[in-house]
């Protein structure tokens, strides 16, 4: 199975969404190109549209979302927080280092040049 697949069909197994419940869980995969997530971040919101938990994990070696004891990890921490809808970026979103914490604010960052000027919801290229 695709890694890029692999954690996607293994929430939607694990979990069956019920539409228009709260609170729902966003998952969201980050890493230095569109291919390797090496960090994914998952935030829960409740009835008021607010992110109310944040938690994030990270890798060196592998994919996060082929790593089976942090999906297995993601999907405690969305149960304990009684859960009833996750949504998934279906998509590598953007570089993993954040934006005036690991290099200054409104700045590309130097270890992801794949990102810089790239559209990060599309993938595509920005006009230069």
Request: glycine share 6%; net charge positive.
């Amino acid at each position: 199975m695709k890694r890029e697949k692999f954690a996607e069909r293994f929430f939607h197994k694990k979990f069956r969404n019920k539409p228009g419940s709260f609170p729902i869980a966003t998952i969201a995969y980050y890493g230095p190109d569109d291919q390797t997530a090496t960090k994914v971040a998952v935030g829960i919101i409740d009835h008021r549209d607010e992110v109310v938990e944040l938690k994030r994990w990270l890798v060196r070696d592998q994919d996060v979302r082929i790593d089976r004891a942090i999906n297995n990890e993601i999907l405690s921490f969305i149960k304990e927080r009684n859960v009833k809808r996750v949504a998934i970026a279906g998509r590598i979103i953007g570089c993993p280092h954040e934006e005036g914490i690991d290099y200054p604010e409104e700045s590309t960052c130097p270890q992801c040049p794949f990102w810089a000027n790239r559209d990060r919801w599309t993938g595509e290229l920005l006009g230069s």
